[in-house]
């Protein structure tokens, strides 16, 4: 058997105080793998203790059915008033013994169209387990001190962040752990080490990803101007239907728990990864997310402010060149001003968020807008002394009092002197729609409304198995037709123009059923037109490094465009 052992320094002797020793052994039967949880513990002093079960996490519901053959050494278990709560009947502050199995409660491999992958995987290969998911704990703080230690059989890859240490009940529940047959991939990024255990195929070699991380957490890192941390990701590819891409995962403070289908793209994955590498920070360290019923009206800081600061260090580090950052805004004011709930109040998230699609864009949205719009209301009112950054390292140095999302506007008060609550109370509660200064971006160009044609594909079609697009149809009266596409044709390259861009030329690059290779080009556009909003880059003086120092908030002094 390999073993890991995760332990706190003085765990043990903190045992009287509450301390809870994990082991967890994996292994290989005639019916495939099995998992085998113990924690032992000291029960409480009137002889009862509740025992929580895995519930509800990351949007995965009834998760105790993954807890079978529960075992109790020490006193008797009886049935909670809820089928996540366990009581334990024992003499006053007995050594208890809990065992349990955890089992896959669904058949089959992590799938796209599922999307219950967070939920434990038991395989006869491998195992996947978020500690969410699968671990049972007593009643404690979450800064209870807890030892674990690990197991599997031999030949088996193991990984787990419970390796990183110390561990308290929390670190265990925002845990991964993956064993079987996995690829384990370790480099050091400034003395900490970092490791990509991936099993399958995603369409991304291992050293690509692995280059990837090192420049997602090296820009991070000196965004936050922290030093790096042992980090681990772990890759589990999906199943999905011809044609589909699905990417994402979560971040779980020293780890991220990554799931792709077998067509991922660097440029996505990159997104992905530096998105979720930010919420190590944001709102983790920086006060925390709201919580309960509310907590989806705090995802306007926490989510939105976060594909804020991904682009930011992105473009910091030369992971993003500033025009791909100009593209990205573009994209967004396209997406927030054609989003049908854009104009909700925040309160309206609460219900919306979970079950409509607008909803669940909405605050990552609004909240990167408010966040481009508080970082030039700041530059232009100390003139370019201060802007949304310093709020942020200065929220992660506090001693946090309230969540976030509440500290947000005090903490810019503080550190600049600007009162934005009108604007929260604007923008944010009320929903009004964020109109971007025209001199947000600086030396990148202005914030214009300006007139552009339609975008208007003018064919159909699906992605082949080898995910290539095949056209289907072609509309006889739109503009694709004239230009020669014809179904069956496999669209092999877009070498100019891009998606939803009707104000440039496409150009792509088609297979004909016959096997020959054209270039065909045609304007997307039906001829109609409409108002977009966005950044006008200066054609005949763009300054590629003033831009870059704007996108990535390095520049200093006045903004280059004076305000309307």
């Given at each position: ?525 039906d001829g109609s037109t409409q108002t977009v909003t966005r950044i006008e880059p200066d054609a005949a003086g763009f300054d590629a490094t003033a831009c870059t120092a704007r996108m990535a908030g390095t520049d200093a002094g006045a903004p280059a465009y004076p305000m309307p």
């Amino acid at each position: 058997m390999s073993t890991i052992l995760a332990s706190l320094a003085g765990a043990l002797l903190m045992q009287g105080a509450g301390g809870v020793d994990y082991t967890i052994t994996i292994d290989e039967t005639a019916d495939g793998a099995s998992v085998t949880m113990r924690l032992e513990f000291a029960g409480e002093a009137d002889g009862e203790t509740v025992l929580h079960l895995p519930n509800e996490w990351g949007g995965q519901g009834e998760l105790w059915n993954g807890v079978q053959n529960l075992e109790v050494s020490g006193g008797e278990a009886h049935a909670g008033d809820t089928p996540d709560l366990v009581i334990l009947e024992h003499a006053p502050d007995a050594q208890l013994s809990v065992t349990y199995s955890i089992v896959q409660d669904r058949p089959g491999d992590p799938g796209a169209e599922s999307g219950d992958y967070y939920r434990p995987f038991v395989q006869p290969d491998y195992v996947h387990l978020i500690g969410n998911t699968v671990f049972a704990f007593p009643e404690r703080e979450a800064d209870t001190a807890v030892s674990v230690s690990i197991s599997a059989p031999d030949g088996w890859a193991l990984a787990s962040d419970l390796e990183h240490g110390p561990v308290l009940r929390d670190d265990l529940m925002t845990s991964v752990l993956v064993a079987g047959d996995f690829r384990i991939t370790e480099m050091e990024i400034d003395g900490a080490p970092l490791r990509l255990a991936m099993r399958g195929d995603i369409g991304v070699e291992d050293e690509a990803l692995m280059a990837s991380l090192q420049a997602v957490i090296t820009a991070n890192h000196a965004y936050w101007a922290t030093e790096t941390e042992p980090y681990l990701v772990t890759v589990l590819p999906l199943t999905a239907p011809e044609g589909w891409m699905s990417v994402g995962g979560t971040n779980l403070g020293d780890s991220f728990a990554f799931f792709s289908t077998s067509n991922a793209t660097p440029d996505v994955l990159t997104r992905i990864l530096m998105h979720e590498y930010v919420h190590s920070w944001n709102p983790r360290l920086l006060g925390g997310g709201l919580e309960g019923e509310r907590e989806p009206t705090g995802y306007w800081f926490s989510e939105g402010f976060t594909d804020f600061v991904t682009q930011r260090a992105a473009v910091r580090a030369g992971v993003w060149p500033a025009e791909q950052a100009i593209e990205a805004w573009n994209g967004t004011f396209v997406e927030y001003r054609d989003n049908p709930v854009r104009d909700a109040a925040n309160d309206a998230i609460i219900e919306g968020f979970w079950i409509d699609g607008n909803f669940q864009r909405l605050p990552y949205l609004r909240g990167m807008m408010f966040a481009a719009l508080v970082d030039n209301r700041i530059r232009n009112a100390t003139s370019g002394a201060f802007d949304v950054d310093d709020v942020l390292l200065a929220m992660r140095s506090r001693t946090p009092d309230n969540p976030a999302s509440e500290a947000f506007a005090g903490t810019v008060q503080r550190v600049t002197g600007l009162d934005i609550s009108d604007l929260i109370a604007r923008h944010i509660e009320a929903g009004e729609p964020i109109v971007l200064d025209a001199n947000t971006f600086g030396a990148c160009g202005p914030v214009a409304a300006v007139e552009e044609p339609v975008f208007v594909y003018g064919m159909e079609g699906a992605r082949n198995e080898e995910g290539r697009f095949v056209i289907q149809t072609v509309d006889p009266n739109g503009p694709a037709a004239p230009a020669g596409f014809e179904p069956g044709m496999i669209i092999l390259q877009r070498t100019g123009g891009a998606v939803g861009d009707a104000s440039v030329e496409s150009v792509l690059r088609v297979s004909t059923p016959d096997g020959d290779i054209r270039e065909l080009s045609y304007w997307p556009t039906d001829g109609s037109t409409q108002t977009v909003t966005r950044i006008e880059p200066d054609a005949a003086g763009f300054d590629a490094t003033a831009c870059t120092a704007r996108m990535a908030g390095t520049d200093a002094g006045a903004p280059a465009y004076p305000m309307p």
